[in-house]
């Protein structure tokens, strides 16, 4: 069992940066580091839509092709928290961002792949 937990979001002009951290409890008998950790951001009306991933140890990542260059994912293990920097903001990143962590999976774009999820940060950028 796992909890998430982000914060960061706000609102912040066009080519701005913001940073997302993900604040995770991991039941006793695992570990933080047990599991493959993601963002996914949602807008209403729409389907939620990966944007970065990161492995167990952090030693792979991968990311949507809007953001590539402009977003980081990074995990502490010490801390047990996930972030995302994001950078050079545009209006069309404007969503609720969530953190999903999974118990076998690593940097899957599927969200049915995690099983656990915060309960998201809204990130406004205007224009």
């Known amino acids: 069992q796992v909890q998430l937990v982000e914060s960061g979001g706000g609102l912040v002009q066009a080519g701005g940066s913001l940073r997302l951290s993900c604040a995770a409890s991991v039941a006793s008998g695992r570990t933080f580091s047990d599991y493959g950790l993601a963002w996914f951001r949602q807008v209403p009306g729409k389907e939620r839509e990966f944007v970065a991933a990161?492995?167990?140890?952090?030693?792979?990542?991968d990311y949507r092709d809007s953001v590539k260059g402009r977003f980081t994912i990074s995990r502490d293990n010490a801390k047990d928290t996930v972030h995302l920097q994001m950078g050079s903001l545009k209006p069309e990143d404007t969503a609720v961002y969530y953190c999903?962590?999974?118990?076998?999976?690593?940097?899957?774009?599927?969200?049915?792949?995690?099983?656990?999820w915060g309960q998201g940060t809204q990130v406004t950028v205007s224009s």
């Open positions: 990161i492995s167990w140890t952090g030693g792979s990542t």
């Open positions: 999903a962590a999974a118990t076998y999976s690593i940097l899957s774009f599927n969200p049915r792949s995690y099983d656990y």
